[in-house]
């Protein structure tokens, strides 16, 4: 899929640099974001990006994305499996 869009001149102006690829910024921003939005699976950003496991989640730490559940996250989920299997 190809997807293109406008940038006013004004801001194509200060972000455009030749050492910098918009195009592959872009491709990354957006598919982390269907990546946090559970749209796509973390195999899949993978395979998209063209990177291993272990770069997709440097990707992922870059933008401020869990690669998985949080911490917090697990323990919420061990106590609401603790409440419905009682012991």
Do not use: C
Not at 13 to 36: C, F, N, P, Q
Not at 38 to 49: C, G, S, V
Not at 55 to 79: F, I
């Amino acid at each position: 899929m190809n997807i293109s869009f406008e940038i006013p001149p004004d801001i194509e102006r200060e972000i455009s640099t030749d050492e910098v690829d918009l195009h592959g910024e872009a491709k990354e921003a957006y598919l982390v974001e269907l990546y946090r939005q559970d749209r796509i699976t973390h195999h899949q950003l993978a395979e998209a990006l063209g990177r291993t496991r272990i770069e997709t989640d440097g990707v992922l730490k870059r933008y401020k994305v869990s690669p998985g559940p949080t911490l917090e996250e697990m323990r919420a989920q061990a106590a609401v499996l603790r409440e419905a299997w009682p012991e």
